[in-house]
């Protein structure tokens, strides 16, 4: 199983958001700490993937089509930080 490390802000962004974008998080969350991050690759919907230039090491997963989760994996200590929740800019 795997530790999942949120952001002190991501509890006040969630309360913000819209419900439907809450409830796929926590489906994130749930398939994260069961499988771990490399088991999203398997839904197409989160459309993970590696992040460029100013965020490289980290990593996004979409939400929906406007909000995208940024995290970062750290596996020597099977842990995934949960860094931001935005609306992504196209």
């Known amino acids: 199983m795997w530790q999942i490390v949120e952001h002190r802000s991501i509890a006040g962004t969630c309360r913000k958001l819209p419900v439907q974008v809450v409830k796929k998080y926590e489906l994130w969350k749930d398939i994260v700490f069961r499988h771990g991050p490399d088991k999203l690759r398997d839904f197409s919907g989160f459309h ?43």
């Open 48 to 90: 993970d993937e590696q992040l460029k230039g100013e965020r490289e090491g980290q990593r996004s997963s979409r939400l929906n089509i406007k909000y995208r989760l940024i995290y970062k994996v750290e596996k020597d200590v099977v842990k995934v930080s949960v860094i931001d929740i935005n609306a992504h800019k196209y």
